[in-house]
């Protein structure tokens, strides 16, 4: 009797050991390197619309802004490189007039990411999304980096007056916080840094070098 029970108790041993074989190997069944469903939803991301702000490794300034499927603005203290067309959360190496950029989104506001200028050795970025911003309703004064004058006035959504010196230029529409647009002989664009300062550049309508501006709202 006792022999018959010490092999009963051995075999149900034998079941149980086997069922936490099998346990133990389903739950390491997942592929090393591989995420499991719940891990991939986690590491996902939906980069917020918007503008963006940040530094390079050497101290430069960053920003770009963000519209569903394009960089726009891209520029590095406010010399714009152009824009790129994004792909689930990342673009590739995009170039404009040898000047090329390429970052990814590792969190919903937040870009790392490289530029660099022609043939050179790329140069490591992080930026990140910034607050809406409501633009001041108002005039707004600066200048262009070879000191010619920028002036306009915003408004109900419009830009209105936009001169470079002394030459009227016209007027453009701006929404979510930026704007672009060409006339007959002079094409201008921008963004709002802040709720008081346009980040922008020019060009006559003939060519293709953008002059960069800033732009900043004052009380007349």
């Known amino acids: 009797m006792l022999r018959r029970l010490t092999a009963l108790a ?55 802004s963000f519209n569903g499927n394009q960089v726009t603005h891209f520029a590095v203290n406010h010399q714009v490189l152009g824009g790129a067309h994004v792909s689930n959360g990342a673009w590739h190496e995009t170039c404009h007039n040898g000047m090329c950029t390429k970052g990814m989104w590792s969190t919903d506001g937040h870009v790392t990411g490289s530029w660099r200028s022609g043939g050179g050795t790329w140069t490591s970025f992080t930026a990140s999304s910034s607050p809406r911003i409501t633009p001041y309703s108002g005039t707004y004064l600066g200048s262009d980096h070879s000191g010619l004058s920028i002036h306009f006035s915003f408004g109900n959504g419009f830009l209105r007056g936009f001169r470079v010196d002394h030459n009227h230029v016209g007027d453009a529409a701006a929404g979510s916080g930026k704007f672009e647009t060409c006339h007959q002989t002079i094409c201008f664009k921008g963004h709002w840094e802040t709720e008081y300062m346009v980040v922008g550049s020019w060009r006559h309508a003939n060519s293709s070098q953008w002059r960069p501006f800033e732009a900043y709202a004052y009380a007349t």
């Open 10 to 64: 051995a075999a149900l041993l034998m079941t149980v050991g086997l069922g936490l074989a099998t346990t133990g190997s389903g739950a390491a069944s997942a592929v090393p390197g591989v995420p499991t469903a719940r891990a991939a939803a986690a590491v996902s991301v939906i980069p917020h619309h918007g503008s963006y702000a940040g530094v390079d490794h050497h101290g430069r300034m960053v920003t770009f």
